[in-house]
């Protein structure tokens, strides 16, 4: 199973920026794809971002599509997740995950990182 440890995160006011990473012990043909959900206190995990690792096709959820950036480093086997103009209800516990595809990966069928917290004062 493809081991996930995620960087990143911490505390920013409302319109500032942070980066958080995933780096890959391994990429197998498994894992196609690579992306994060988030979760915030007393919610439910929700799918923010992923990226393929072949072509670096992308896709968001509409509440960070065009605030959030997606990309990756192959050769590093590590993907960032890039958040700008963050937002109060961006708080949450980020999670890194990887799956074969984006239908499992957005149902939540892959492997989990331990997750990073991210905190955005208002």
């Known amino acids: 199973q493809v081991q996930l440890v995620e960087s990143g995160g911490g505390l920013v006011q409302a319109g500032g920026s942070l980066r958080v990473s995933c780096a890959a012990s391994?990429?197998?043909?498994?894992?196609?794809?690579m992306g994060w959900f988030r979760q915030a206190h007393g919610k439910e995990r929700e799918f923010v971002a992923a990226?393929?690792?072949?072509?670096?096709?992308?896709w968001y959820a509409d509440s960070v599509k065009g605030r959030f950036t997606v990309s990756g480093d192959n050769v590093k086997r590590t993907k960032y997740l890039e958040m700008n103009s963050l937002k109060p209800e961006d708080t949450a516990v980020y999670y890194c995950?990887?799956?074969?595809?984006?239908?499992?990966?957005?149902?939540?069928?892959?492997?989990w990182g331990q997750g990073t917290q991210v905190i955005v004062s208002s």
């Open positions: 995950t990887a799956s074969f595809s984006r239908a499992r990966l957005v149902n939540g069928q892959g492997s």
């Open positions: 990226i393929a690792w072949t072509d670096g096709s992308t």
């Open positions: 391994a990429r197998i043909f498994s894992t196609n794809v």
